[in-house]
């Protein structure tokens, strides 16, 4: 007998013939004698319903209010599931993330867990319930509903596992696990059988929406068994994430390329070339709290230069303003430019570590193409490049195939 949290995301709880799929799904594990605890998403597409009817009353809609009303989606889940799973006389109970108190900090649409009570699930465990969990939500010390950011249910469904020590979380959506990149830009991508937890942290940071970010950062520092796998086919192992590198197989140099629109690039022109000046653009950036990406400062001519960075596309306006109202007047600037219009494409892998010769024919395969890098940023297991959104599809098809990612075909 295992423990199992089972977390079924949005397009896999899309219908109410979708949902009673699910709950024969769970009924089938909790057959053969495991516990199991499901976590799930709201239905597709509702959070994004919900968030364009708070847009349509308040602007910037209030985030307290916001999260208490986003987080409803994954409460009409929860009863739904619930009352399928009785349907095949399973005893079966739903939870809100507050009720089962998943108690977080009050950072309203990014809230972080801190902390989640056991005694209540450990109980009803024992009385052979079904729990099935909101994810997605919590509550902070003073009880007021939290989120926990765009794709949060992974992060509920990892968090538990980890707080109750289940034997795997598993992440069940319409993919039947992690591939080389997403398969609806690269109909050719692979499944992975395996992934090792830092590449699976680079990828997803790199803006790959498998996963959340925070899931995965949880499940490395908890080392919870992680696996991804398709709700909708019986067999399968989808993928698992590993914590120590396979070193009987030979290493693929590339396991995946990611890509992320959501970037924006600014670049400071014609500023005084001297110490000081990257902290005095971007203190006040920090000081927004604005996350900046990739930084580049050109080599200066006639003691100026150019400082150019990434960031977020949804802080694009705003860290404008502040560069042409604050900073540019301050520091004497020649021009405030920037773009919105960029993607981020990076390829990772282990395998890297041990080979040569990985940036270069990244760039050569992007050049042979004619598209144009704007920035580049390596780390040990990683090699990212800004280019003009227009090219992001192609640039991601030509590594994919460049680098050997397709699958083999079997005649
Ligand atoms: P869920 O609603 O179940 O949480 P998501 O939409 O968040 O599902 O994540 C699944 C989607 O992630 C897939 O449909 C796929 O398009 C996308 N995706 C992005 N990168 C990858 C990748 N490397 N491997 C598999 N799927 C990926
Ligand atoms: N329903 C939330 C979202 O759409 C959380 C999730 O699906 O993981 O972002
Ligand atoms: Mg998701």
Excluded: W
Excluded at 34 to 43: D, E, G, K, R
Excluded at 239 to 256: A, C, F, H, R, W
Excluded at 296 to 316: A, E, P, W, Y
Aim: hydrophobic share 40%; proline share 2%; aromatic share 6%.
């Amino acid at each position: 007998m295992a423990f199992y949290i089972q977390k079924y995301g949005g397009t896999s709880v899309g219908s109410t013939e979708r949902i009673k799929n699910v709950a024969r799904r769970v009924a089938k594990f909790h057959s053969q004698g495991h516990q199991i605890i499901v976590v799930v998403s709201a239905m597709s597409g509702e959070t994004n319903r919900l968030i364009s009817l708070a847009n349509e009353v308040q602007a910037n809609p209030d985030p307290r209010e916001l999260d208490v009303m986003i987080s409803t989606g994954e409460q009409v889940s929860i009863a739904l599931l619930s009352m399928a799973l009785m349907e095949l006389n399973i005893k079966a109970k739903s939870y809100t993330g507050a009720q089962v108190s998943i108690l977080t900090d009050s950072a309203h649409t990014k809230a972080r867990i801190l902390n989640i009570d056991e005694d209540k699930i450990r109980k009803d465990l024992q009385d052979g319930y079904v729990l099935v969990v909101a994810g997605f939500q919590g509550a902070d010390k003073t009880g007021s509903i939290t989120t926990l950011g765009r794709g949060g249910s992974d992060t509920t469904g990892v968090a538990l596992a980890a707080a109750l020590k289940a034997d795997e979380c598993q992440i069940y959506t319409d993919v039947d696990g992690i591939y080389t990149t997403d398969p609806r830009i690269v109909p050719e991508a692979r499944r992975l059988k395996t992934v090792t937890f830092e590449e699976m942290l680079e990828m997803a940071s790199l803006g790959s929406k498998i996963l959340q970010l925070r899931a995965v950062e949880f499940a490395g520092k908890y080392k919870v068994k992680l696996r991804v796998l398709s709700s909708f086919e019986d067999e399968g192992e989808g993928t698992l994430i590993t914590y120590e590198e396979n070193k009987d197989m030979e290493q693929p140099v590339i396991s995946g390329i990611a890509f992320n629109r959501d970037e924006a690039k600014i670049t400071v022109s014609g500023v005084p070339d001297h110490p000081g000046i990257a902290y005095q653009i971007l203190g006040p950036v920090a000081d927004a709290n604005v996350d900046v990406d990739m930084i580049i400062q050109n080599v200066g001519h006639d003691g100026l230069t150019d400082f150019s960075f990434t960031v977020h596309r949804r802080d694009f306006s705003g860290t404008m303003e502040i560069l042409k109202n604050k900073i540019q007047p301050h520091v004497g600037a020649r021009d405030v430019i920037g773009g919105d219009r960029i993607a981020k494409v990076s390829v990772v892998g282990v395998g890297m570590r041990s080979h040569a010769g990985i940036a270069s024919k990244m760039f050569r395969v992007l050049a042979e193409e004619g598209i144009n890098i704007q920035m580049i940023a390596t780390s040990e297991i990683k090699v990212s490049v800004v280019v003009d959104e227009k090219y992001m599809e192609l640039a991601v098809r030509v590594l994919h195939k460049a680098f050997d990612l397709e699958q083999v075909v079997q005649n």
